[in-house]
């Protein structure tokens, strides 16, 4: 006696069922194996087709399998140096959520290897730990950019030491060291500006 294919004898309506059932265990099956390939590769190394197909993959998880993707990498990201906010820390760690709440939009916008935070003292991760979490992600290239208005003697030497200390002992590691924030002269005209509305108010009510 022979073995009725799968599928066959069953009523008209029922066939069409099954066969939609099948079609969608398959696609299930197709989305779940690539979701495991995209894991294996960096998104940056995708033709610009693949990536955008990848994204909308990766973007959130799906709604039939349990299958679910890592954040997505944008490309400019990946290949660029991450750049590490390096501030004075607190010993109110309330201090720090605006720091955080930046490095949390960049990574919406850019990815979420695009910037780290680091603290000089009294909160972690420390710059070295960032350091060497990056290097555990193969990243080896980052940018500090200290998040200080002014840097005394004392903190220039002890962050200049810091940079020397992490350059000796990782050698793969390309790193460089950006002027503190406070010295950006768009950073000066604005804060300018805040101080003059607020010490001629009245003037500047009358001219706008």
């Known amino acids: 006696m022979s073995r009725r294919r799968l ?3 069953r009523r008209p309506r029922e066939a069409a069922r099954f066969g939609v059932q099948m079609a969608s265990c398959r696609a299930r099956l197709s989305l779940a194996t690539a ?5 294996e590769v960096t998104l940056s190394e995708l033709d610009p087709v693949t990536f955008l197909i990848a994204t909308e993959l990766l973007a ?3 709604r039939h399998a349990k299958f679910q993707g890592p954040a997505v990498v944008h490309p400019r990201a990946a290949a660029s ?27 919406r916008d850019f990815g979420t290897d695009a910037v780290e935070i680091a603290y000089l ?7 070295r730990e960032v350091v060497g979490e990056l290097l555990s992600r ?29 350059r000796h002992d990782y050698a ?3 790193i460089e060291l950006l002027p503190p924030i406070g010295q950006d002269s768009r950073l000066q005209r604005l804060l300018w500006q805040i101080v003059r509305e607020n010490v001629l108010p009245e003037e500047l009510a009358r001219t706008s």
């Open 172 to 174: 793969a590691l390309d």
């Open 138 to 166: 193969r990243i080896h290239q980052a940018r500090i950019l200290p998040l200080l208005f002014s840097v005394s003697e004392r903190a220039a030497e002890e962050i200049a030491e810091m940079i020397a200390e992490l």
């Open 81 to 107: 140096p991450t750049l590490i906010l390096l501030a004075h820390g607190s010993m109110d760690p309330a201090g720090n959520d605006y720091f955080e709440s930046i490095q949390l939009r960049a990574r």
């Open 35 to 39: 979701l495991n390939a995209c894991r």
């Open 7 to 9: 599928g066959h004898g």
């Open 60 to 62: 959130g998880p799906d």
């Open 121 to 127: 003292h009294f909160n972690s991760p420390t710059l």
